[in-house]
């Protein structure tokens, strides 16, 4: 581990891959809101269109969270300054969940994406030291609900390990299993990266990386990356100007 007063490098091509995830969740969420208000005939809760989309978009998202944390901890992040980060995501899933409770009363998000997340992050710091054993603990977490599954965690106060009979009634629901498993593969997938080709993650102009900087490739991926950056508030802000945007076009057409 590099000491905390060591130059801080951001891989631009880890930054890109989040900024791809977010952007494929706008579109799958303005296409929810469209199905929401009856403009798009899309059956998110069962098609497996969509929820295999939903699937897929919730691997990048855990995944680039997990690949953060293995370049926060080798580069010497410090704990204060995780607990700072953490501190943030806690409240914007209270944001979440009193957001969603006036729209989806009977149905709010109490244990969505970034609920999971804040306990996740916790686990993914305190197990980074175990390093190439992430990849077996990875496949444990995941495949444990598929083998363990008891009425006593399908109530609201243990439903959130993920060891459910039945998928509870909300909007969104990322528990603790199988998901945590996800992260731990991006960590451990981070991890040997670093250590040895280091130069995939970030292209020559960002850090120790090479590649071709010039092109369309290069400006979309430079895009992408610059969103990659700022993916909390990206999450918290998109979707109440999406329904905002779609409300006031309904209202006015």
């Known amino acids: 581990m590099v000491s905390s007063s060591a130059p801080v490098f951001r891989f631009d091509r880890l930054d890109a891959l989040r900024g791809f995830a977010l952007v494929w ?4 969420h303005f296409c929810f809101d469209l199905s929401h208000q009856g403009l798009l005939a899309a059956n998110f809760y069962e ?17 680039c969270a997990g690949a953060g944390q293995a370049v926060a901890t080798t580069q010497g992040q410090s704990w204060p300054r995780f607990w700072r980060r953490w501190a943030q995501v806690v409240a914007c899933a209270a944001l979440v969940s009193l957001g969603s409770w006036f729209m989806f009363p009977n149905s709010f998000i109490y244990f969505g ?19 190439a054993w992430l990849w077996p ?30 998928k509870p009634i909300t909007e969104d629901y990322v528990p603790v299993l199988p998901w945590l498993g996800v992260m731990w593969w991006g960590m451990a997938a981070t991890q040997w990266l670093l250590a040895r080709h280091p130069h995939c993650m970030a ?6 990386g090479r590649g071709d900087n ?14 990659g950056r700022w993916s909390l508030t990206f999450y918290m802000l998109h979707q109440p100007v999406l329904i905002g945007a779609l409300n006031a076009w309904i209202f006015l057409k």
Do not use: E
């Open 137 to 166: 603990l990875g496949a444990i977490a995941v495949a444990l609900p598929w083998f363990i599954r008891h009425p006593f965690f399908d109530s609201r106060a243990t439903n959130w390990l993920g060891l459910v009979t039945y």
């Open 113 to 131: 994406v970034l609920h999971g997340m804040a306990v996740m992050l916790v686990v993914a710091r305190l197990s980074a030291p175990l390093k």
């Open 25 to 28: 969740m706008a579109v799958f």
């Open 203 to 208: 292209s020559g102009a960002n850090g120790p």
């Open 214 to 227: 010039s092109g369309l490739t290069a400006t979309v991926r430079a895009a992408l990356a610059a969103l």
């Open 47 to 63: 098609d497996p269109l969509w929820i295999t989309q939903r699937t897929c978009i919730l691997s990048l998202f855990l995944l």
